[in-house]
């Protein structure tokens, strides 16, 4: 096989994430964007060792388990929902194997195995989604066009593209309020001949759409992020977002601006055009003040599941100090105050530590300590020592600085949240390198047809202390 070379065949496995395995006169191809089942027509575009990677080009026969009609009018160009197609129970099932594939790799080079060489450890499956669509609280779009000087789009990259931009005007992850919000400001921009940000050439104007709406209480905050190229009125726009008809509520509506060259959503300066910087959402009883770059779990409902799930894996610790690592605005935090001594949440995004210090309050709880910085300089500076620790790390896991010091702590017990199971499995090896075992594990599904999933493990010390 070369570089540049067109093949065909069928996609025989998944592995996470995305990754379909091919196999062609013998050599295994990895192809993204696929589907179990699937003909697909390939280029081989990378070749390194024994690996061989391609790009799909066309599928030539759909998969057995596609069951079901596309709900939206993007797929498939669009890289979202990669398995809409897909019975639900058939997404999980899939999922559910990626992961134990996963983690059984793990934990065997870390030496946890039973007589007859399997991981030995307790795998208890994937809890699915409440909601199968409409369940996300956040979404980040963006402005560009769909084809080079095409009509401005604003929506999600086309699938494989960093720069192609499909309008998202029907996407069925979101309710359908932010949907309309993003038809009323497309029309907005389009007729005021506002450019979209360019990222080589660093020129133009409008750079992304962030929306964020409380599931619950249908509270909605509109972030329109753009640089500082032009400086229009934007009164027209509020009055006009403030004239939909929409089942919840706008709260606030925020002009944001952004002069990087990252092709990031952040802020420069934070101008309020309409009503109030925050939003609120509810969870398992208790009430969440959610700014515009706080983190907060984006399907609301799947997060009761996720941290209801977590509780029972943490257990009793009552009488215990809790270190609460990569809190975000302090949800599981809250959630164990009511059944710890004290817990201690440590984030590094400052706004999401504000946000949870005032969460804290409005919830009547006392024994909540958060802290603004860095996981891996935070660790050095605190005095207490915890009695039990829970992991919630952004999608690259744990600093491999900060591991150790986790570590170091030698707590009984601990419980470890990930998005992303690449990293969860990598660390995971060390934890079993220092004297952790894994009792057991479970998927909880947060992200009904994409790609992506939640994993909670609960580790064991098993030597004794020194």
Known sequence: MKKGEVYEGIIEQIEFPNKGKVVVDGQTVIVKNGMPGQKVRFMINKKRGGRVEARLLEVLEPSPLETRKPVCSIFPQCGGCMYQTMDYSHQLEMKQEQIRRLLDTA??????VDENGNPDYVFEGIKGSPTEFCYRNKMEFSFGDAEKDGPLTLGLHKKGSTYDVLTASDCKLVHEDLTKILTCVLDYCKEQGFTYYHKMRHEGYLRHLLLR??????????????????????????????????????????????????????????????????????????????????????????????????????????????????????????????????????????????AARENAERNGIKNCEFIAGDVLKVLDEIEEKPDFIVLDPPRDGIHPKALPKIIEYQVDNLVYISCKPTSLARDLEIFLQRGYRVERCVCVDQFAQTVHTETICHLKHTIEKQ
């Open 107 to 112: 934990i065997k080079n870390g030496g946890q």
């Open 213 to 354: 709406r409380g599931n619950t209480t249908g509270e909605i905050l509109i972030n329109l992020v753009t640089t500082t190229q032009l400086n229009p009125d934007l009164s027209e726009l509020v009055e006009r977002l403030m004239a939909l008809s929409l089942e919840g509520k706008i709260v606030g509506i925020l002009h944001i601006l952004n002069d990087s060259l990252a092709d990031l959503v952040q802020s420069d300066e934070t101008r309020v055009l309409y009503g109030q910087d925050y939003f609120y959402e509810n969870l398992l009883g208790l009430k969440f003040k959610i700014t515009p770059f706080s983190f907060f779990q984006p399907n609301s409902l799947g997060a009761e599941v996720l941290y209801e799930t977590a509780r029972s894996y943490i257990g009793d610790t009552r009488d215990m100090t809790v270190f609460d690592l990569y809190s975000g605005t302090g949800t599981i935090s809250q959630i164990l105050a009511a059944v710890a001594k004290k817990v201690i949440g440590v984030e590094i995004v400052e706004e999401a530590v504000v």
